[in-house]
Nanobody
């Protein structure tokens, strides 16, 4: 089994900062691209930021200049540093990872965390 454990969500005032963390565990051969998604009620889950195993990053337009995604491969952990938070950033943030596992044969799996709630409000 492969699991993603997220932490760091909470309530923050507009203009504040939060740092989300997501750690992968389980029988992983390799941990490939990792990403953060956000979902609000009634809308589809949307990509916030992504990072490859080599460190290349990609951001949603709304996150550029305010959010920074990074990873520590030795700790199998991805981070999302969120600064200058706005009420529009409110939502449940999900960690996503593409992992290579060995289950008889080598397979790529798409794994999701349970989500962590971020609320930006005064």
């Amino acid at each position: 089994q492969v699991q993603l454990a997220e932490s760091g969500g909470g309530l923050v005032q507009p203009g504040g900062s939060l740092r989300l963390s997501c750690t992968a565990s389980g029988s992983i051969v390799s941990l490939n691209a990792m990403a953060w998604y956000r979902q609000v009620p009634g809308k589809q889950r949307e990509l916030v930021a992504a990072i490859t195993s080599g460190g290349s990053t990609n951001y949603a337009d709304s996150a550029k200049g305010r959010f920074t995604i990074s990873r520590d491969n030795a700790k199998s952990t991805v981070y999302l540093q969120m600064n200058s938070l706005e009420p529009g950033d409110t939502g449940v943030y999900y960690c996503n990872a593409n992992v290579l596992v060995l289950r008889g044969t080598y397979r790529y799996l798409e794994v999701w965390g349970q989500g962590t709630l971020v609320t930006v409000s005064s």
